[in-house]
Protein backbone atom coordinates (compact mmCIF):
# COMPACT_ATOMS: atom_id res chain seq x y z
CA UNK A 1 0.00 0.00 0.00
CA UNK A 2 1.70 3.31 -0.84
CA UNK A 3 1.83 6.25 1.54
CA UNK A 4 2.53 9.50 1.28
CA UNK A 5 3.27 11.48 4.84
CA UNK A 6 3.95 15.32 4.93
CA UNK A 7 5.35 16.69 7.81
CA UNK A 8 6.77 20.07 8.65
CA UNK A 9 3.54 22.34 8.77
CA UNK A 10 3.24 24.85 11.45
CA UNK A 11 2.32 28.61 11.98
CA UNK A 12 4.81 31.58 11.21
CA UNK A 13 5.02 35.03 10.99
CA UNK A 14 5.13 36.43 7.92
CA UNK A 15 9.03 36.71 6.41
CA UNK A 16 9.53 33.21 8.46
CA UNK A 17 10.71 29.45 6.63
CA UNK A 18 9.55 26.03 7.12
CA UNK A 19 10.47 23.03 5.69
CA UNK A 20 8.25 20.90 4.74
CA UNK A 21 8.83 17.01 4.50
CA UNK A 22 6.76 14.26 2.66
CA UNK A 23 8.33 10.60 3.14
CA UNK A 24 6.76 7.66 0.33
CA UNK A 25 6.42 4.47 0.82
CA UNK A 26 4.77 1.13 -0.51
CA UNK A 27 6.13 0.84 -3.45
CA UNK A 28 9.39 1.05 -5.56
CA UNK A 29 9.57 5.03 -7.20
CA UNK A 30 12.25 4.78 -9.37
CA UNK A 31 11.91 7.16 -12.10
CA UNK A 32 9.30 8.81 -10.53
CA UNK A 33 8.38 13.04 -10.56
CA UNK A 34 8.14 13.96 -6.96
CA UNK A 35 5.75 17.59 -6.33
CA UNK A 36 3.77 19.59 -4.39
CA UNK A 37 0.19 21.20 -4.24
CA UNK A 38 -1.12 23.27 -2.33
CA UNK A 39 -4.99 24.09 -1.29
CA UNK A 40 -6.51 27.19 0.81
CA UNK A 41 -10.03 27.26 2.05
CA UNK A 42 -12.43 28.21 -0.95
CA UNK A 43 -10.06 27.85 -3.48
CA UNK A 44 -9.14 24.74 -6.08
CA UNK A 45 -5.64 22.47 -5.58
CA UNK A 46 -2.81 24.49 -6.82
CA UNK A 47 0.32 23.23 -8.27
CA UNK A 48 3.72 24.58 -6.61
CA UNK A 49 6.86 22.52 -7.35
CA UNK A 50 7.99 19.19 -9.11
CA UNK A 51 11.14 17.77 -9.72
CA UNK A 52 12.05 14.58 -11.68
CA UNK A 53 13.48 11.35 -10.29
CA UNK A 54 16.97 12.72 -11.01
CA UNK A 55 16.47 16.14 -10.22
CA UNK A 56 17.16 17.67 -13.35
CA UNK A 57 14.29 19.25 -13.96
CA UNK A 58 12.45 21.88 -11.82
CA UNK A 59 8.98 23.52 -12.02
CA UNK A 60 7.61 26.18 -9.86
CA UNK A 61 4.51 28.18 -10.07
CA UNK A 62 5.17 31.99 -10.66
CA UNK A 63 4.14 33.10 -7.03
CA UNK A 64 6.63 30.67 -5.04
CA UNK A 65 9.24 30.59 -7.79
CA UNK A 66 13.07 32.22 -5.77
CA UNK A 67 11.29 31.84 -2.44
CA UNK A 68 10.78 28.27 -2.78
CA UNK A 69 12.78 25.18 -3.20
CA UNK A 70 11.80 21.95 -4.08
CA UNK A 71 14.00 18.71 -3.35
CA UNK A 72 15.22 15.08 -3.17
CA UNK A 73 16.47 12.34 -1.45
CA UNK A 74 15.76 9.09 -4.02
CA UNK A 75 17.86 6.43 -1.09
CA UNK A 76 14.92 8.12 1.40
CA UNK A 77 12.02 8.56 -1.07
CA UNK A 78 11.69 11.74 0.45
CA UNK A 79 10.82 14.98 -1.20
CA UNK A 80 11.13 18.47 0.35
CA UNK A 81 9.84 22.09 0.25
CA UNK A 82 11.81 25.14 1.45
CA UNK A 83 9.82 27.80 1.89
CA UNK A 84 11.24 31.25 2.91
CA UNK A 85 10.14 34.87 2.99
CA UNK A 86 6.69 33.60 3.97
CA UNK A 87 3.34 35.46 2.86
CA UNK A 88 0.24 35.26 4.28
CA UNK A 89 -1.45 34.46 0.56
CA UNK A 90 1.13 31.85 0.77
CA UNK A 91 -1.62 29.98 4.23
CA UNK A 92 -2.54 26.83 2.84
CA UNK A 93 -2.82 22.94 3.00
CA UNK A 94 0.36 21.57 1.40
CA UNK A 95 -0.18 18.17 -0.45
CA UNK A 96 2.48 15.79 -1.32
CA UNK A 97 2.09 14.04 -4.99
CA UNK A 98 4.01 11.37 -6.33
CA UNK A 99 3.63 10.38 -10.98
CA UNK A 100 5.23 8.60 -13.33
CA UNK A 101 5.10 11.37 -15.53
CA UNK A 102 6.57 15.00 -14.76
CA UNK A 103 4.20 16.51 -16.78
CA UNK A 104 0.80 14.68 -15.63
CA UNK A 105 2.12 15.38 -12.05
CA UNK A 106 2.09 19.36 -13.15
CA UNK A 107 -0.99 19.25 -14.62
CA UNK A 108 -2.31 17.57 -11.13
CA UNK A 109 -3.02 14.18 -12.30
CA UNK A 110 -1.32 12.22 -9.98
CA UNK A 111 -0.85 8.74 -9.23
CA UNK A 112 -0.55 8.80 -5.33
CA UNK A 113 -1.23 12.04 -3.15
CA UNK A 114 -0.37 12.60 0.66
CA UNK A 115 -3.19 13.60 2.93
CA UNK A 116 -1.90 17.06 3.63
CA UNK A 117 0.25 19.48 6.40
CA UNK A 118 -1.23 22.58 7.41
CA UNK A 119 0.90 25.69 6.91
CA UNK A 120 -0.38 28.78 8.45
CA UNK A 121 1.14 32.52 7.91
CA UNK A 122 0.43 35.49 10.15
CA UNK A 123 0.73 38.90 9.27
Known amino acids: QVQLVESGGGLVQAGGSLRLSCAAS????????MGWFRQAPGTEREFVAAITWSGSIIDYAGSVKGRFTISRDNAKNTVYLQMNSLKPEDTALYYC????????????????WGQGTQVTVSS
Open 97 to 112: AVDGSRTDLVRGSCDY
Open 26 to 33: GRTFSRYA
